[in-house]
């Protein structure tokens, strides 16, 4: 299967390790993937500020760069829903760990992973795309990023207090509501660290991002890690 | 006035406080988890009050002129009041006509159960200035009265304050000898306190949970029977309600109540869920109908479903910014998600800021009994309002660079490799003079290559 | 123009296309036997129940419950406990020192353990409000599943007042703490009549 791979812009520049292992996952996988190389940005940032008229020239280039796949694919259930809400697309787009459960219908993974993972659920992808289940609705329990999870041997995920609180990343919101970002961040942080995780994964490298600056202030050793890290390890 | 981030910065000083409001509402936000899962038709529920609150709102004047001619029959007196001021002089009117007592004060005794349209609208110092003695009764609201604040949660509005401090307050104003911390004792310090005043008024103003046009009966809610008290006992009873609280028939109660209560505090009803239909024997009910501003919201196609709230504060428990600002932060009489996105159809300019005191996580629109697109709303405000011109300037000049960069590959590419260092063009810190990010945050740390170099160098074939 | 005409007009223009009504469901279906649950979230929302066999028995469990009361009346005709007739005309305001009050429901909600009150059975709006003690006598066969089918079986009554009252008065407005008796009655019992 040909699929082309959006890599959104501040994972190219910071977290090109993330971009590589979406890549040779989807490889491993069985698919040929096609990275346009003059993609820049959803336009989300802009959007989300309030500026959602001036991102009109980002998703324009978006869908030169990619309206002719049937499947793009992108590590980042944020930039996803922005896409799918804002730019008209012949083809398809899905967020990673949804692509590989529902197109590929993956069910099994020759990767080891042995240690304490904390899932954190990004909220754009969760109650956006809705790849997981929500707490706050009462229909039956899934996660798609769960279930690939589940298929890496040695990963044990641990239980969180709150299953899917929001990290407080929230785009511009990370600098103009800097305490209450920070609080949230702190507070996510607490709950991964109460419950022993040695790894904190999730679907959306911002979110982690946010953590890991967090983690890091703190001088812990607890460690982010996107998805396809873990599911593209050896 | 501080916007909400000054002041939410302010309240995150002390951070176990913090922790200890947080830990509050979220408390409640579990409540209403346990007491929603019980019911097996929950989402279905939503969607049908969801849908019976669109249904009153387009055929809304119908609506309205149904309930006055039902109430209008019953007894009721019904009068219209486009804003605030023309709300407060109703009641002020009413009560001077109405030929009551005053007491020792010269005051005409008056007690009113929660009521947040009368919060919008001012009416208590209107009614104060006026010869008229207004003690709110709800309990919270009572204690916030005393101390001269506003509420901090529509249905909790002392959810801020701590035992101790409701005992000095009681200390303080009651004329309580020492400071009392066990919530029991402090409960019954206020009933005795209270219940002298629902002996003396003579006049009593409640709200409105839903108004039915079919029968022009009115419902209010409270756990207290602090509305029975007053309205029962007085000789004139007020009822203050906004216009989108109309329900087209009394068999839709069931729906509504079924969801109110277990979105708010986690009961499966509230204590006292009483239906005036007429006065008693003797009585005077009237009932005033408010606009201020709902007809105009009305008219925003983005921002009608907004009116179908029923307050049960269920987007303020569950919001992870309010949890951890406050209420006050929201410098708005409705704070959290749903104040919001009110508030701005108020006053565009004073509440620029609170669309964006969101980070769009969605939880509310999911708690929300009748389905409000909330989140959704919160981002079309922040276009609307940028459109309106009611952001700094800094913002947009960072977004139109951010725009020229993101939609030029050669530029992107570029820029990213020069400025990775400082973050320079990571697009959520763009707004970064003084990069509040790193105030309590670590930077990522800055790789070798982007990911476009090194698939240069590791899949094309030039 | 009068605001009124005003209101009514803004609303006009501002109403959208008219959307449709949704039919309603009573979701009654497979529910568990009513009474048990009625007895479940009465006593959960703090009211007291007992199962009696006829009214006598109700009021001798009163007696016991409440010897000191002094000042008990009721709007149930004929009980051998308290007054039930001349109170029904005095003003409200007297009623402030009732101890115990005793009335009849006209119907029990099993989803929520709520009774249904009207001015027509109370006597007096007032009465189950001021007093300090509240007790009601319901019949088993009154109870219904749930709001749905309480709005239906209530929709011919005449009323100028009804409550459906889901306990004895409350408030958590201190730090979230359930602290019972805070205006109204201070206890509710319940006597279920088979
Ligand atoms: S918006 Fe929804 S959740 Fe929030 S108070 Fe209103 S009804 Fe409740």
Redesign the interface.
């Known amino acids: 299967m040909r699929v082309a791979l959006f890599?959104p812009?501040?994972?190219?520049?910071?977290?090109?390790?993330v971009?590589?292992a979406s890549?040779e996952l989807l490889e491993k996988l069985g698919c040929e993937v096609v990275?346009p190389?003059?993609?820049?940005?959803c336009?989300q940032?802009?959007?989300?500020?309030?500026?959602?008229?001036?991102?009109k020239?980002?998703e324009?280039?978006f869908q030169e760069n990619f309206d002719q796949y049937e499947y793009i694919v992108c590590p980042s259930g944020s930039c996803t829903l922005h896409i799918k809400d804002h730019v008209e697309l012949k083809g398809k787009i899905m967020e990673l760990s949804e692509f590989l459960v529902d197109v590929l219908k993956v069910e099994k993974l020759n990767v080891s992973f042995p240690h304490k993972v904390g899932l954190h659920q990004s909220?754009?992808g969760q109650?956006?795309l809705k790849i997981s289940s929500?707490?706050?609705?009462?229909?039956p329990s899934f996660s798609k990023p769960e279930h690939l999870l589940n298929m890496v041997s040695g990963l044990s995920l641990i239980e969180l207090e709150?299953k899917?609180?929001?990290c407080?990343?929230?785009?511009?919101?990370?600098?103009?509501?800097?305490?209450?970002?920070?609080?949230?961040?702190?507070?996510r942080v607490k709950d991964h660290l109460d419950h022993e995780a040695e790894f904190i994964t999730g679907n959306d490298m911002?979110c982690l991002?946010?953590l890991?600056?967090?983690l890091?202030?703190k001088g812990s050793s607890v460690k982010v890690k996107h998805i396809a890290e873990i599911l593209n390890a050896s | 006035m501080m916007t909400?981030?000054q002041a939410?910065?302010v309240?995150?000083k002390d951070?176990p406080r913090?922790d200890w409001h947080?830990a509050t509402l979220?408390n409640v936000r579990k409540k209403r988890?346990k007491a929603?899962?019980q019911?097996p038709e929950?989402?279905k529920l939503r969607a049908i009050a969801s849908q019976i609150k669109a249904h009153s709102l387009s055929n809304l004047s119908s609506y309205l002129e149904n309930f006055e001619k039902k109430a209008s029959e019953n007894g009721v007196t019904v009068h219209w009041a486009k804003n605030g001021e023309e709300h407060n002089r109703i009641v002020l009117e009413i009560i001077q006509k109405a030929g009551l007592n005053k007491n020792s004060q010269g005051k005409i005794p008056m007690v009113k159960s929660k009521s947040m349209l009368t919060e919008e609208c001012h009416l208590n110092s209107h009614l104060e200035n006026n010869y008229v003695d207004v003690i709110d009764t709800d309990l919270g609201e009572r204690i916030i009265q005393l101390r001269k604040e506003p509420p901090s949660h529509i249905v909790a509005p002392a959810i801020h304050l701590m035992k101790e401090e409701v005992g000095e307050t009681f200390h303080e104003h009651l004329g309580v000898p020492n400071i009392e911390t066990i919530p029991e004792k402090l409960v019954e310090i206020a009933r005795h306190h209270l219940r002298e005043k629902f002996l003396a008024a003579e006049v009593a103003l409640t709200g409105v949970n839903f108004a039915v046009a079919e029968t022009g009966e009115f419902v209010v809610c409270t756990n207290e029977g602090n509305a029975d008290m007053g309205a029962n006992l007085a000789k004139v009873h007020i009822a203050s309600m906004g216009l989108e609280k109309i329900i087209p028939k009394r068999k839709h109660l069931g729906v509504f109540l079924r969801l109110l209560a277990r979105s708010a505090t986690g009961q499966p009803l509230t204590i006292y869920t009483s239906h005036f239909k007429k006065p008693r024997q003797g009585q005077q009910m009237h009932i005033v109908i408010v606009d201020n501003g709902r007809s105009r919201q009305l008219g925003r196609p983005d921002f009608r479903n907004s009116l179908k709230c029923i307050r049960c504060g269920a987007c303020m428990n569950?919001c992870?910014?309010y949890r951890?600002?406050g209420g006050h932060s929201y410098h708005s009489t409705v704070g959290g998600p749903i104040g919001s996105i009110l508030a701005p159809n108020l006053d565009m300019k004073k509440n620029a800021d609170l669309p964006?005191?969101?980070?769009?996580?969605?939880?509310c629109?999911?708690?929300c009994p009748v389905k409000i697109d909330i989140h959704d709303q919160l981002?079309k405000w922040?276009?609307e309002?940028?459109?309106s011109g009611y952001?700094p300037k800094v913002?947009?000049l960072s977004?139109?660079m951010?725009?020229f960069?993101?939609?030029?590959?050669g530029v992107?590419n570029f820029a990213?490799k020069m400025g990775?260092g400082v973050?320079k063009?990571?697009?959520?810190?763009?707004?970064?003079f003084l990069?509040?990010?790193y105030?309590?945050?670590?930077?990522?740390e800055?790789?070798q290559?982007?990911?476009?170099?090194?698939?240069?160098k590791n899949?094309t074939k030039e | 123009m009068s605001s009124r005409e005003e209101i009514l007009g803004n609303v006009r223009a501002s109403q959208p296309e008219i959307a449709e009504l949704p039919e309603l469901e009573y979701f009654n279906q497979n529910s568990e036997n009513p009474v048990e649950k009625f007895l479940e979230m009465a006593t959960l929302a703090g009211s007291q129940v007992y199962e009696i066999n006829d009214v006598d028995s109700g009021i001798e469990q009163l007696k016991k419950v409440f010897p000191e009361a002094k000042k008990v009346i009721s709007s149930t005709t004929g009980l051998s406990f308290g007054d039930s007739t001349e109170w029904l005309n005095s003003d409200p305001h007297t009623l402030a020192d009732v101890d115990l009050f005793i009335t009849s429901a006209l119907l029990g909600v099993a989803e929520n353990g709520a009774i249904w009150l009207t001015d027509k059975v109370l006597g007096q709006r007032i009465a189950p409000t001021v007093n300090e003690h509240l007790a009601v006598f319901l019949s088993k066969e009154t109870i219904v599943v749930n709001m749905h089918e309480a709005y239906d079986k209530t929709a011919e009554m005449d009323y100028g007042y009804g409550l459906f009252l889901g306990g004895p008065s409350k408030t958590a407005d201190i730090e979230q703490i359930l602290v019972l008796g805070a205006h109204g009655a201070r206890s509710m019992h319940i006597l279920l009549l088979p």
Not at chain 1, 45 to 54: C, D, I, K, R, V
Not at chain 2, 356 to 363: H, N, R
Not at chain 2, 405 to 409: A, D, G, Q, R, W
Not at chain 2, 439 to 444: V, Y
Request: with cysteine.
């Open positions: 890599i812009c501040y994972v190219n520049q910071f977290y090109p390790q971009a590589v890549l990275y190389l003059e993609q820049t940005c336009g940032p802009m959007a989300n500020s309030g500026y959602q008229h001036l991102s020239d980002c324009t280039l909220c754009h109650r956006g929500m707490s706050e609705l009462m229909s709150k899917d609180e929001c407080g990343f929230g785009g511009t919101f990370c600098v103009s509501e800097e305490a209450i970002s920070a609080k949230m961040g702190k507070d911002s991002m946010h890991e600056g967090i890091r202030r | 909400h981030s939410a910065d309240f995150n951070e913090v947080n979220w988890d929603a899962v019911i929950w989402e569950t992870p910014v951890r600002s964006f005191a969101s980070t769009l996580c969605g939880s629109s999911n708690v981002y922040r276009q309002l940028v459109k952001t913002k947009s977004m139109q951010m725009r960069t993101l939609s030029h590959p992107f990213g990775k973050l063009n990571a697009p959520f810190l763009i707004n970064n990069n509040p990010w105030k309590q945050r670590e930077m990522p800055v790789p290559d982007s990911f476009t170099e090194w698939y240069i899949r």
